[in-house]
Structure formats: C-alpha cells, structure tokens
C-alpha cells in the first residue's frame, strides 16, 4: 500500500487549528488583536459542534486561549508565530491502519519580508507527534492551501505556488507531481495558470487554490464566480472555468458576494474557502444576508451537510479564510475516535 490524502469528506478524527499570537498578522493596535482572536475563537466553536478540536497555543497565549476556547477545545502548548493551521501544519495522510503527516517545507510563503516562520516552520513535526502519526519529510516547499485533493487521484495545484521561484526554484511539474504522488497518492494534476487577484498583493500566498476552487466530490469542482466584470476576478473566473472543463471537471459556480473594494483595493472574499468537517460544512460569511444564503444552498446541496456561516471578515482581512485556518485528521480505521 501507499500513503494517500483522503478527501476532505472523508470522516474526521479531529480538526486542528493554531491560536494567534501577536505579530504582524494579528494586528498593531487592541482592536485589530481583539478581532483576530475572536474570528479564530468563533471558528474553532463552530467545528467543535461536529468533532473535536485541538488548538496548538504558543507559551504566551495559553491563559488566554483557556478564557476565550472553554472546555470544550483541546489545548497543546508549542512555540507559535505564524497561527494559519492549513500552512504551517502538516497534511495528514493514510496507508491502510497508518496515519502519516506530510511535513512540507514552509517558507513564509515564498520567503515574504513580512512574514515570520521560525518557530511554526516546527510545528509540522510537533502535530504529527501529537496525533502519534508517521512523519514524511518532502523537500518541496508547499503549504495545505496550496493543494486540493479529490481522494480519487486528482490534486489541483497552481503554477505560481508549486512552481513559484521564492519556493522552488528549478522544480518542474513534473518533479512536483511525482513528490505528490510520493507523499500525497495523487495520480493526476491539474494545473492551474493562476490565483485570485488580491493574492499576489504583498500579503498574499501567490496563488492558494483553496480560495478559488474546490472539489466536493471526484470529478466535481467548486469554482470561485465573479459575476461582476469590474472586478480583475471576472476574468480570472471565466478563464479557470474554461480549463476545469477541459480538464473533464463539473465546474459548480459559486458566485461571490456583492462586496468588490476595500481601503486597499479589490476584494478576494470567496465562500470557496469553507472547510468540510463531520457532518457539516464550515462556510465564510461576509455580512451580505443575500449572498450568504445563496452560498449556503450552493454548500448544502453539493455536500448534502448542514452549513454553518461564521464571519469570515476578519480572518480575510489578515490574507486568508476559514479553510486556511483549519486542517483535518483523517479518522483511520482502528485508531479510537478522536485519537
């Protein structure tokens, strides 16, 4: 057998996410902090409804964290700096009984002037010891959202993530797939040119494909649609639309909001970046009742789950959203539940 990343379906054994610490992302003044830590804290809670959570807390968080999670989420103390769950931790994979956890190599994504990864570059290591899985170093630097999986064979990766030169420099796609398939059990790739717009900004990942498309099942895509066309998203939307079908994908739109500005230009919201968890699917709201309806019923009928919206506002303005924020463990059988 071979190790292989199941789809996000695919039953839980828990969810883990990494709870801010001061620094850049989490904002400069009280109110920035204050906000931050409540939109992870309001996510945290609306996963624990469906299965367990662990929060990885840095040392000077941890009384914190205790006050504002309760008794409800799992705690484990480790050295913190950057706190997006999807990016700094492993992605866990299965070979029969196993449990394995890719250990990628994080860089900041692509070594940004801003970014500080010393300690959660570890963290990695730290979770997959915790979740008592086996560890499997890749030397390709990647994050979790830089990669989808469909459980059946097919990743959806981007050329300037993957292939991006503040990551790995000389690599080509085929050297990247085959250290997929090593690590991930994918048998197919499909490439996409590029990401959303505001994701090449200075804060940006240069493309995630988790915040422009997503499968809900093998051979079907949900695929970020800017409807409006003074938006540089439109485009973008039309143009990966095309190639998701020639690639053979069902591609299902889900329209984003009305919202196409903000104090620093256009907006990257996308309810594309929802996380699937037991049972239910975790989806960003943007306080647009309309739009969010609609993104539910989108939600609900492609994965036949209740939907839970959480304001996704605040974790969008520090460069990412709720699957960004959240990884999960599969559950393998004959480990106990929430092992």
């Known amino acids: 057998m071979a190790w292989l990343m199941p789809p996000e379906t695919a039953a839980h054994a828990r969810t ?13 003044s009280d109110a920035d902090r204050a906000a931050g830590y409540a939109a992870w804290v309001s996510v945290a809670h609306a996963v624990a409804e469906f299965e367990p959570v662990t929060m990885v807390v840095d040392p000077s968080e941890m009384a914190r964290a205790r006050d504002m999670l309760g008794s409800g989420i799992d705690l484990l103390e480790a050295p913190v700096d950057e706190f997006w769950a999807r990016d700094v931790g492993p992605t866990f994979v299965v070979d029969g009984h196993r449990l394995g956890a890719v250990d990628w190599i994080f860089n900041g994504w692509g070594a940004n002037e801003w970014a500080v990864w010393d300690k959660s570059a570890r963290l990695g290591r730290v979770i997959a010891q915790a979740a008592g899985a086996e560890l499997i170093p890749s030397e390709l630097v990647n994050e979790g959202g830089g990669i989808h999986v469909d459980g059946a064979g097919t990743v959806l990766v981007t050329d300037t993530v993957q292939l991006g030169e503040r990551r790995n420099p000389g690599w080509s796609r085929a050297k990247v797939e085959h ?8 048998t197919r790739a499909v490439w ?33 649609a800017q409807e409006s066309p003074h938006h540089p998203d439109y485009q973008v939307s039309l143009e990966l639309t095309e190639l998701l079908k020639a690639a053979g994908l069902e591609v299902i739109p889900l329209p984003a909001p009305a919202a196409l500005t903000d104090e620093h230009g256009p907006v990257d919201f996308s309810y594309v970046n929802h996380y699937v968890v037991n049972g239910g ?22 994965y036949d789950r209740e939907v839970v919206t959480v304001d996704a506002r605040e974790i969008f303005a520090r460069g990412g959203g709720i699957h960004c924020i959240t990884q999960q463990q599969p559950a393998v059988a004959g480990r106990e539940p929430g092992a």
């Not at 250290?179 to 994918?186: S, V």
């Open 281 to 302: 699917v975790i989806a960003c709201g943007f306080g647009e009742d309309a739009a969010d309806s609609r993104a539910r019923e989108i939600l609900a009928a492609a």
């Open 179 to 186: 250290e997929l398939a090593r690590t991930l059990g994918i």
């Open 192 to 224: 996409l040119p590029r990401g959303l717009t505001r994701d090449y900004d200075d804060f940006g990942t240069s493309g995630h494909v988790d915040i422009v498309a997503a499968f809900a099942a093998p051979g079907r895509v949900l695929l970020h």
């Open 16 to 28: 883990w996410m990494v709870f801010p610490c001061e620094g850049p992302t989490l904002g400069s």
